[in-house]
T-cell receptor, first 114, second 111 residues
Framework: DAGVIQSPRHEVTEMGQEVTLRCKPI?????LFWYRQTMMRGLELLIY????????DSGMPEDRFSAKMPNASFSTLKIQPSEPRDSAVYFC????????????FGPGTRLTVL | SQQGEEDPQALSIQEGENATMNCSYK?????LQWYRQNSGRGLVHLILIRSNEREKHSGRLRVTLDTSKKSSSLLITASRAADTASYFC???????????FGAGTRLFVKA
């Protein structure tokens, strides 16, 4: 299995631009999580999906952030417009519900907003 | 908000020594997990211990869970330089969907 795939691995953009991060979960997994990691705040859960449905988006910081999961094999996290304080590493993780939530993480996308 | 809080925040030891990291949490859990993160990488699952278990082993790893004290510990025996990483504990909410991570312990093993 290829594991969780994220793209791009690195993104540098200017303030005000739209940023789209992509994630392909492990085949057969039906829960997907988006996290943000910074030195100051650690690892924060932004949103998670179960069977493609958003279950809890309370971690999404602002309306500038949105996430979709149109099918079981693809999810996006969009920031529009981006701000310098959005600079962080964004991780996607997936798991198979019922297996006590062992999560498999992708390699992350390092986002820098100038 | 963070459910698990690791202690210490940072730990530096010599290769061959044992490393112990602790995690405390606030509310009832279904299970507790430990993850490792190497610099610049995603988290990797190490071990999961259920709320009805008290101790679990995996290779050089030993995890204990004390639900009465709402705490867990991760012991790495005979540490190696390759064990240098950040270690996170994570707990599930009662629904079992959402896993909440602590701030992590940074372990540095000197060769």
């Amino acid at each position: 299995d290829a594991g969780v795939i994220q793209s791009p691995r690195h993104e540098v953009t200017e303030m005000g631009q739209e940023v789209t991060l992509r994630c392909k979960p492990i085949s057969g997994h039906n829960s997907l999580f988006w996290y943000r990691q910074t030195m100051m705040r650690g690892l924060e859960l932004l949103i998670y999906f179960n069977n493609n449905v958003p279950i809890d988006d309370s971690g999404m910081p602002e309306d500038r952030f949105s996430a979709k999961m149109p099918n079981a094999s693809f999810s996006t996290l969009k920031i529009q417009p981006s701000e310098p304080r959005d600079s962080a590493v964004y991780f996607c993780a997936s798991t198979h519900q019922g297996q006590f939530s062992e999560q498999f993480f992708g390699p992350g996308t390092r986002l820098t907003v100038l | 908000s963070q459910q698990g809080e690791e202690d210490p925040q940072a730990l530096s030891i010599q290769e061959g020594e044992n490393a112990t990291m602790n995690c405390s949490y606030k509310t009832s859990i279904n299970n507790l997990q430990w993850y490792r993160q190497n610099s610049g990488r995603g988290l990797v699952h190490l071990i999961l211990i259920r709320s009805n278990e008290r101790e679990k082993h995996s290779g050089r790893l030993r995890v204990t869970l004390d639900t009465s004290k709402k705490s867990s510990s991760l012991l790495i025996t005979a540490s190696r330089a390759a064990d240098t990483a950040s270690y996170f504990c994570a707990t599930d909410d009662t629904g079992g969907f959402k896993t909440i991570f602590g701030a992590g312990t940074r372990l540095f093993v000197k060769a």
